[in-house]
């Protein structure tokens, strides 16, 4: 149980000026700073937050929500951190209760690790899916996939966020429309002027990680890989859909690896809206 003192904190919603304070948090406990992914959490998100009497955080998290504003039909909690010298006091618990009882009757979902999983199963919370971390150098090798691809313009946008809002099962356009200037690509693969997949490559730290991955098809969703890699000389990291089993026997076979599973979680439903047969990754697991 919290201290009087600890619980007597208060919750507070973050703001993009908490970017450093957030960052250190991920650095209290052994996480990278991850401030780009941070940046746009901050933006198109709401974050919450307790301050630590003694300056910086004692816990944060963030909640994107898609969907109409007024009634969204989804929210993606991520990023549910308890500073070190305050974990197991049930700050995190504390954090999350308020969260979800703010969320109301909006279905919630989140991709939790081993570590965090029996929180949230308490909480409420049930396991109704798995992602796998796939992350090294992709080497090209084999017979290259069947699908054309190319860098998106301005004018692939609306096509874009007509093909994500059908496979992932609602609007998402306030992220969406913020990858252009977040990922260092956005690329498409098309056929006959009509567009049958999405995917972008966002900077981390020492790699880039791919998401989201929208596709038609398996094959699809390797050409928009393949071509990611192609114009990159980072690590590739990503987070597949464990059902995506030939497209993660696919990566492998070129250099990438396992580095660990998430439980992708649900709260009030049953599982994702959306098609997943065509929505391959997130775009972070800590928004969906």
Not at 35 to 57: C, Q, S, T, V
Not at 279 to 284: D, G, I, S
């Amino acid at each position: 149980m919290p201290t009087p003192s600890l619980a007597a904190l208060p919750i507070r919603r973050l703001t993009p000026r908490d970017l450093a304070a957030c960052a250190d948090l991920s650095e209290n406990r052994g996480w990278p700073r991850e401030e780009h992914k941070w940046g746009l959490l901050l933006a198109a998100g709401r974050g919450y937050a307790i301050n630590d009497p003694d300056g910086g955080l004692v816990s944060a998290c963030v909640v994107t929500s898609y969907g109409p504003r007024e009634r969204p039909d989804l929210a993606a909690i991520g990023m549910v951190l308890v500073a070190e010298r305050y974990a197991r006091q049930g700050v995190g618990r504390r954090l999350m209760q308020h969260v979800v009882t703010e969320l109301g009757t909006t279905p919630l979902t989140l991709h939790a690790t081993p570590y965090g999983r029996p929180l949230y199963e308490e909480l409420g919370f049930k396991a109704t899916g798995r992602a796998e971390m796939v992350r090294g150098h992709f080497t090209p090798g084999g017979p290259e996939p069947e699908a054309t691809t190319r860098a998106a313009t301005a004018e692939d946008l609306p096509a874009i966020l007509r093909l994500d809002e059908e496979i992932f099962g609602t609007d998402r356009t306030h992220m969406i429309t913020r990858l252009p200037a977040f990922a260092d690509q956005l690329r498409v693969a098309e056929e006959d002027g009509q567009i049958t997949g999405y995917a972008a490559a966002w900077p981390n730290l020492d790699n880039h990680v791919v998401g989201p991955l929208i596709a038609r098809d398996t094959e699809t969703a390797k050409a928009l890989i393949a071509s990611l890699a192609a114009h990159t000389n980072h690590v590739l990291r990503t987070d597949i859909d464990v059902r995506h089993e030939e497209l993660l026997a696919w990566v492998k076979a070129r250099g990438l690896a396992s580095t660990s599973f998430n439980a992708v979680m649900t709260y009030s439903i049953a599982e994702l809206p959306g098609d997943w047969t065509r929505r391959f990754a997130p775009l972070t697991v800590a928004a969906g």
